[in-house]
């Protein structure tokens, strides 16, 4: 006799909620917000950067002296203040850092450089997928593809979509940045000159990096002091992305039944971390009030997010980062049915 592994459910990872007002606007949700969460403060912008900048530093320092069995540890550390570095971008990006673009842009480039990441590519890209959240046509961000879709991959592509779709999600990020952020070509007028700028700047700063660590260091400085702090970057990159956009309840919209509020609203989570995540990532995790407003700086995300579950709590989704929910998500959320939502790769085929 044998037993039957129970398989992983499509209910109760996120509840229905109930439906909004389909006159209700954004602008109404913002309205209800108070004035003080989109205000900047120069000195918690700039602290951030000193401290997550000590962070990194700290953490490579650790590593140079530490014995081997820390260096699990130092690499998760050291990588998770890297993520933060991302975080005080991703504000630079939406312009939420300073009042001064060439400022947003300096900074944006400047601590992206650990990240090997093209920020002006990103901007571009990631501000698309603020503007058509959930957008089944648009949405760019850990968007599910269609049976159609799907259909059309060659075989190695369906490989490496199941494996992103399933337990190698945290690989996602990566492939991610390899795939989209370097072709300029495929902008055009004043951004692929932007994005050119950017991604030649990363490359000039891995070219010009990678030898002299590797000169000062050896192959095992280039692995250990970039490339595992790397690798746990894109680990949480691709972990706050699908937590914060995946679900089954989550629904993906096509043009004709798209609504912005829902979408914003409705259509991501707040995904709580422990602590220590949270911190080095600055609130990151406080998701929802950053797609209603991109304009609120990543030091406000807490009292926004109060204000928008005081007023507009029953539509709002929540999450909790563990391997549970994780292996959940990564077990039936795989391909997407504009009428029937998530699917798994068994159900679909």
Known sequence: MTTAI???????????????DPNLRLRDVLNTLPKEVFVKNSRKAWSAVAINLALVGLGWWALAIAPWYCLPFLWV?????????????????HR?????????????????????????????????HHKYTNHLEIDNAWK????????SFDAIERWAYRGLRGKFWWLASAVHWARLHF???????????????????????????????IATTG???????????WLVFHFWMSTFTLLHHTAPEIHFQPAETWNEVEAQLS????????????????????????????????????????????????????N??????????TSVCHLYDAEKGYRTFSKMS
């Open 320 to 329: 909790e980062f563990s391997l549970a929910s994780l292996w959940n998500i």
């Open 144 to 151: 599910a593809y269609t049976q159609e879709e799907y259909d």
């Open 219 to 229: 192959f095992w400085g280039l692995f250990s002091f970039w490339f595992m702090p």
């Open 267 to 318: 259509g991501t989570l707040h995904c709580d971390y422990p602590r220590w995540v949270e911190w080095l990532t600055h609130d990151i995790n406080v998701h929802v009030p950053h797609h209603v407003s991109t304009g609120i700086p990543w030091y406000n995300l807490r009292a926004a997010h109060a204000s928008l579950q005081e007023n507009w709590g029953e539509y709002i989704n929540t």
């Open 6 to 20: 129970p398989q992983p459910s499509v209910e109760g990872l996120v509840a229905e909620k109930p439906s909004l």
């Open 96 to 128: 939420s850092f300073s009042n001064k673009t060439w400022v947003n842009d300096l900074v944006g480039h400047l601590v992206l450089i650990p990240c090997i990441y093209p920020f002006h590519s990103w901007r571009i890209k990631h501000n698309i």
């Open 77 to 93: 550390f050291t990588g998770t203040a890297v993520t933060g570095l991302f975080v005080i971008a991703h504000d630079c990006g």
């Open 183 to 213: 072709q300029w070509w495929n902008f055009e007028g004043k951004e692929r000159e932007q994005v050119k700028f950017s991604s030649l700047f990363s490359i000039a700063t891995i070219a010009i990096g990678a030898p002299i660590l």
